[in-house]
Structure formats: structure tokens, C-alpha cells
């Protein structure tokens, strides 16, 4: 994403909240009565007593065969107490093993997994019996990339996934036309949730959300998250939940970034319950002039930028937001509070920086310039990819890129089987 989005206001011209007080009390009905989930348990408690989402962990399904899959073991001695407990999971038909760690469940497809002790190395009794694969052996071309791509978001969740103030706005923005009360009672699935905000405000406003992300992102989202937030680690092509599970799946600024985004798509819309809604973000193709040369800039330099160390390229962005400050974002500032000059302080790009603190310029740079891939779509594009998935009511509206929404069609209550004869 590039902004605000660590999305979208460098996403805006070619295009980030920390309330830092996360958990706050949020409802905790069940959804398993309403989604007909059976066997429900009794929360279940880590090693450091933090309680795991029961009724949400019900919800996952075994990557290799599509059963259920249930909290086998409970590590006595978490090795990362602070984000919640380490264990092991199981498949009740196949034996796969998945493991629990540091409070997110760990369902990535074995080729990803294999990384998993070497990325948690306190979490030692997870990993038991992990099964190795390496990519080759898997046959999936695109492992390296999306490895690139989850490695590339980590390090910029970690060092700007602070919950902000400011996102709850975003959030209201991002989610139109749905209103922030139509969320209470929802049963939702953030896809590539990133710093976890999006998710958090959803929670907040009273719905119930599975958190999802492929990278190590996952545990900032996790330690922003209030515990009734089950969070997941896998990729969003191969998510571990029944069909039609949901009532409103979002991905912000995530499709964009996929190998295939259209494939990663029709992935996610199946997971949506007939009459539930699918919600995306995607980057937009500039009109402006001005904003197209810019953009041409940005990407020949994408070039290189997306080679180079992390640190390396954060450092570089922190002179390089301090020019956009000094040059645009700060004049901005002043001239908008001239009542003549208004007009002329309207046609600056990166306004929306005006109303945030520095470090959000330094992030969205550094978004801009490390994901390994990016795509831009025009608003036609952008309504013909949800049409393409299948949904319908297709909406697409302008907000640093588009936001887009469509309706799982609704067939409504399925006839009985009469037997015959
Ligand atoms: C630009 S960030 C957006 C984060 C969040 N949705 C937000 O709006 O703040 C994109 C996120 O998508 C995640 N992501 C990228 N590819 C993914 C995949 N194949 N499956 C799941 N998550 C993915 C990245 O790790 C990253 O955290
Ligand atoms: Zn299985």
C-alpha cells in the first residue's frame, strides 16, 4: 500500500495509529451459534494465561484436506509470553500438523512453513513435527516472491505498525459505503492486515475478525490486536476456511502486491457468505499530468529500490520524506491557512501529510519504493476485476486509489433434495 495506507498517500499523488491503547473491551459473542459451528469449547489458555478465540479458532481448516482442525497441545513455557501462547495444532482427519506460535496460528503452506523455527526460535515446542518442502519440491514458482513480499512488509510493520488516531478516520474512509455501524455483529476476515488497524477498528466497533497475513507482520497485528482477534498467519491464496465462512472479507491494498491478483481474488471471494460483501483497495493509475511523470520516476527507480537492503532503503527514505517535507508537505501547511492562497495550496500533492506526523512520510516512501510487486488499475479495470470474481452490486469510489465492493450473489435458501421414486 503507500500511505496512510502505508497505502496510499504516496499512492494518493501516484498513489499508515496508535490509539497505542489497543484491547479495548470489545463484545465477545460467539459466532459459533450463528454460523452453526459445532463443538465449541471452553476458551483455551496459553502458557502466559492469555485466552485464545475459541469460537474463532473453530473456524480453520486443514490446508491439505479441508477438515478440521484442532489446538492438540499447549506449550507449559511460551517463548513469546508478550504476544500470547505457543502450541500445536492438528488436523482431525488427515494428522497435518500446524503450528501455534506467539499467539497466531500458523496455517502457510509447507513450502512457507518450513521457515517458521528458524523465524521463532524460542518457540520451540511447535515445531515438534513440522514437515520440511522446499519450494522446488512444491512446484509454487511464485514462494520466492511472496516470501520477498512478506519479508518487505515485516520490516515496515515493525518499525511503523504503531496504531495511530488518525486511522480511525482512515478506516471510516477506507470502508465506504459501509457505514462504521454496519460493522457490529459482523463476522469479518481482514486479508493482509498488516499493522493489524484495519481489523482493530472493526473489532472495535463490534465485530467479530480473523486477522490474516503471510509475513511476521502478523505479530505486530497480533500485539496491536485485542485477544478476541484470532490472527493467522497464511497467504491469502490459500486460506484455511470453509466456503462461504463470512460476512465481509477486506483486503486493503494487499491484491496489488499478489503475483496474480485476479487469481488472488477469486481465492478470497468464496470465503464471503452468499449476500455477504467483499471489500478492496487498490492502487490507481494517475491522470494528472504532473502525477503520471512523478509516478514514471518512482517506478524506474523501483527498479533498484526494491533490491536494496531494508535498512539501506529506510535509511534513504528518511533525507528523502524530509525534502518532500521541506519542499511540499510544510508549504502546504502554511499556505492553507491563507484564505487567498487556498486555492493555490489546493493543487499540492501530498496534502493528506499535512495532517500526519513525519514518520507516516517516511513509511509510506519506504512502501512505495520496497514491495517487490505493484500493480495500477484505472476504475474500469478496477470494476471488470470484482465483476470478473463473480460479485455483483459492484461498487468502485476514489480515495487515494480505489476502493471497491461487490456482493456475493445471494441464491437464496436452497430447495430440498425430494427423494424420488
Ligand atoms: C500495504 S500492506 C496493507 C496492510 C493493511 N491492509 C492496511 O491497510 O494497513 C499489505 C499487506 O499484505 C500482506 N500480504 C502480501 N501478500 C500477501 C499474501 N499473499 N497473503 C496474505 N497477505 C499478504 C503484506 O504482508 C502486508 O502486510
Ligand atoms: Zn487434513
Redesign the pocket.
Known amino acids: ?2 500511505s496512510t ?3 496510499s498517500l504516496i499512492g494518493d499523488l501516484m498513489a ?1 495509529v496508535q490509539t497505542s491503547a489497543p484491547g479495548s473491551p470489545l463484545h465477545s459473542r460467539t459466532v459459533a451459534s450463528e454460523k452453526g459451528i459445532r463443538d465449541v469449547q471452553a476458551p483455551q489458555l496459553g502458557g502466559n494465561g492469555t485466552a485464545l478465540p475459541t469460537d474463532l479458532l473453530a473456524l480453520l481448516r486443514c490446508l491439505e484436506c479441508g477438515a478440521t482442525v484442532r489446538v492438540a497441545h499447549l506449550s507449559e513455557r511460551p517463548g513469546y509470553p508478550e504476544l500470547g501462547p505457543d502450541g500445536r495444532m492438528r488436523c482431525e482427519a488427515c494428522g497435518e500438523s500446524y503450528p501455534l506460535v506467539a499467539g497466531t496460528a500458523r496455517m502457510l503452506p509447507r513450502t512457507m512453513r518450513s521457515r517458521l523455527p528458524i523465524d521463532y526460535p524460542l518457540a520451540r515446542e511447535a515445531f515438534q513435527e513440522e514437515p520440511g518442502e522446499d519450494a522446488a519440491a512444491s512446484g509454487d514458482r511464485s514462494h520466492d516472491v ?1 516470501q520477498r ?2 519479508d ?3 520490516y ?2 515493525q518499525r511503523f505498525g504503531a496504531l495511530r488516531e488518525q ?1 480511525r478516520r482512515n478506516f471510516v474512509d ?1 470502508m465506504q459505503p459501509h457505514t462504521p455501524e454496519s460493522f457490529a455483529g459482523r463476522l469479518v476476515l ?10 482493530f477498528h472493526a473489532a472495535e466497533l463490534g465485530a467479530q475478525v480473523v486477522a ?4 511476521r ?2 505479530d505486530v ?1 497480533r500485539g496491536n490486536l485485542p485477544p478476541a482477534v484470532l490472527t493467522v498467519q ?4 490459500h ?1 484455511p476456511f470453509e466456503p462461504g465462512t463470512f460476512d465481509f472479507v ?5 491484491l496489488h ?3 496474480d491478483p485476479q487469481r ?1 481474488l477469486e481465492r478470497i471471494v468464496p470465503l464471503a457468505r452468499p449476500g455477504g460483501h467483499v471489500h478492496i ?1 487498490l492502487y490507481w493509475v494517475p491522470e494528472h499530468p504532473w502525477h503520471v511523470r512523478v509516478l514514471r520516476l518512482v517506478s524506474a527507480a523501483r527498479r533498484v529500490t526494491v533490491r536494496l537492503p531494508h535498512r539501506v532503503l529506510h535509511a534513504l527514505c528518511v533525507p528523502l520524506a524530509a525534502l518532500l517535507a521541506l519542499t511540499v508537505v510544510w508549504p502546504y501547511r502554511v499556505l492553507r491557512r491563507v484564505p487567498r492562497l487556498r486555492r493555490l495550496a489546493g493543487a499540492f500533492p501530498l496534502k493528506t501529510y499535512a495532517d500526519y506526523p513525519f514518520g507516516v512520510l517516511v513509511n509510506d516512501q519506504f ?1 512505495r519504493l520496497s ?1 517487490p510487486l505493484e500493480r495500477r488499475y484505472t476504475r474500469a479495470e478496477a470494476v471488470a476485476m470484482l465483476r470478473e470474481a463473480g460479485l455483483t452490486d459492484v461498487r468502485v469510489l476514489a480515495n487515494h486509489g480505489w476502493v471497491g465492493d461487490g456482493r456475493v450473489v445471494d441464491t437464496g435458501p436452497v430447495a430440498p433434495t425430494l427423494p424420488t421414486g
Do not use: N, Q
Request: net charge negative.
Open positions: 500500500m503507500g495506507g502505508g497505502c499508515g511472496k513480499t512478506a518487505s512488509f515485516a515496515e510493520w486511522w477506507y481482514d486479508v493482509g492486515t498488516g499493522s493489524g488497524r484495519h481489523a490474516v497475513d503471510i509475513g507482520s502478523i497485528a497464511a497467504d491469502a491464496e486460506l477486506m483486503s486493503i491494498g494487499v502486491h499478489l503475483p488472488g483497495y512502501d514491495a
